[in-house]
């Protein structure tokens, strides 16, 4: 199962998700599809985040052990191949947590308070009062994943950015420590597909809070969840024109739909008046089910092999701490601590 092409030459890619739940069409747009076109071009590895999972569940640790399986499986059904890309786990690979902790000396607490990104999570998950330790530390975690692997490109959205810049501070910290480059500067790859909304049109997309669309969701599942989307409140009749901008099913259609020139048809008649909600959601219904009903089947199989799912992991765990305990010896001479 291990890579079967030569990648040595190939730009270093890093990518990943945290495990606290199956994946959702938002992961796809936002990431999926993207990293199964990269692994042909690119030396591609993808982390399952278990440990930064658990920076705000670690008193509920099964939501993260229970999801690294799905996770994998998400991964192989929408067509990524462990022939062309490495899948590990975070949590088996020593060496990231040991530069965490290198580089946790070169940061202070008051930068990781000014990390925007770190900011905006700490409002939304209610940690301003009692900010776990793990938490306030994830840019550290993050670049020692990046540096890890000595990835120069890392896709992210533009809400990350703040979370490569202080990578790099890092990096270059440790240059000049060195005095000269032991570490890789990395370069944001920014995804070009807007950020797919919940199905309610105003939280961000959560499997917790019901307003998303899981890779393994059921027709019954799928169906219920594009009834209930969010449209023009103020298109009550069918004759009525209606708005296109805002309305979370012409969002999924444009993401979604493979014939471009028809949904701009539909957006047409649907501001012009004579198109009904019920009809463009039973076109988005229809395209959602054949999108995600081969998605669904493939991750089923995969799910009721799970020894199969442990030795891919297994595999790509043993490249990859090959590769991040290179670049920990490095590190470590940098501080002076390769005595034995």
């Known amino acids: 199962m291990n890579k079967t092409i030569d990648n040595s030459t190939q730009p270093i890619i890093l990518t990943g998700d945290r495990a606290t739940g199956p994946l959702h069409l938002g992961h796809y ?3 999926l599809a993207q990293r199964v076109a990269l692994q042909d071009t690119h030396d591609q590895t993808i982390l399952v985040a278990d440990m930064q999972g658990l920076t705000d569940n670690a008193h ?3 939501k993260v052990s229970s999801n690294i ?3 994998v499986a998400d991964y192989l059904a929408v067509g990524i191949s462990v022939e062309k890309t490495t899948i590990c786990l975070q949590s088996q690979l020593p060496a990231l947590a040991e530069l965490t902790m290198y580089y946790s000396n070169l940061v202070t607490i008051s930068r990781l ?3 925007p ?6 409002q939304s998950k209610g940690f301003e009062r009692s900010i776990p330790a793990g938490f306030l530390t994830y840019p550290i975690s993050q670049a020692a994943d990046i540096t890890g692997f000595n990835a ?3 896709p992210v959205g533009d809400d990350q950015l703040p979370m490569l810049e202080q990578t790099n501070e890092i990096v270059r910290k440790i240059n000049t420590l060195a005095g000269h480059n032991v570490l890789t500067e990395c370069r944001p790859l920014l995804s070009q597909s807007p950020r797919l909304p919940s199905t309610d049109g105003k939280n961000k997309m959560s499997k917790s809070m019901g307003n998303a669309i899981n890779l393994g969701a059921t027709p019954d599942e799928i169906s ?7 449209t023009d409140p103020n298109h009550l009749r069918v004759q009525d024109p209606g708005n296109v901008e805002g309305n979370v099913v012409f969002t999924y259609l444009d993401a979604f739909h493979p014939d471009r020139h028809y949904v701009e048809q539909l957006k047409g008649h649907y501001r012009a008046g004579g198109l009904g909600d019920g009809k463009t959601k039973q076109i988005l219904e229809e395209c959602l089910q054949e999108l995600l009903r081969p998605i669904r089947e493939k991750r089923a ?5 799970k020894a199969q799912l442990l030795r891919i992991l297994a595999e790509g765990n043993e490249i990859s701490r090959q590769k991040t305990g290179k670049v920990l010896h490095d590190v470590k001479q940098v501080f002076g601590l390769n005595l034995f």
């Open 29 to 31: 747009v936002g990431s």
């Open 60 to 62: 509920t640790p099964e």
């Open 69 to 71: 399986l799905n996770v």
């Open 113 to 115: 308070e000014r990390n």
């Open 117 to 122: 990104t770190v900011k905006n999570e700490i």
């Open 152 to 154: 120069s490109l890392v």
């Open 224 to 230: 219920a969840a594009v009834k209930s989307m969010y």
């Open 301 to 305: 199989q995969f799910l009721n092999d």
